[in-house]
């Protein structure tokens, strides 16, 4: 069955420090792995697509599909990421969302 | 230009009762999906229109729970005798199809119906 996994529910990190929010998956296929995140009191939205490989907001992701991951890593984290984080794979033409990490970035 | 609309943003009602969730997608866009998001989890994929058909209701979780998209636009999902359960936001996402003929990837979501069943 298509899974995702985000072991943590809660990161804590200062500003400055790096920041690795893990993201597991299981899908038979090549999987369409996405990062979306929901800021305080907004909607949420596409932070990045591993298909593009870019970089947003300083944040990267790379696929590693020996082991199955997709983890989002900032190498300076600013308090202005905080906010709650969710891996996603494609399946079909739905999306299938992990548990969500919080991300807590404090001065 | 406008994002995805939904309609109302919170709903109380008791156990037992119909409700109906309002979604209007971005302006165009053939896909519209609805998904369901309980207290610490990620959104769950409920159903999937293609312009007026619904192409996968595969998440539905039973028959208690429709969804109609008669013109192409606007979505209502409809929930009969509401059970305790169901309380959640009921978060909306449409998404375009590219010049190429194919479904660009990102999903726009509009910002959520709470529901609580009291």
Redesign the interface.
Known sequence: AQR?TQPE?LLSVFKGAPVELKCNYSYSGSP?L?WYVQYSRQ????LL?H?SRESIKGFTADLNKGETSFHLKKPFAQEEDSAMY?C?L?F?????????TILRVKS | GAGVSQTPSNKVTEKGKYVELRCDPISGHTALYWYRQSLGQGPEFLIYFQGTGAADDSGLPNDRFFAVRPEGSVSTLKIQRTERGDSAVYLCASRSLGTSGRYEDTQYFGPGTRLTVL
């Not at chain 1, 079909?92 to 969500?100: D, E, H, P, S």
């Open positions: 995702v529910k369409e996405f909607r949420l939205q596409l697509r298909i969710y996603a494609t079909g033409n739905k999306l299938v969302f992990g548990a969500g």
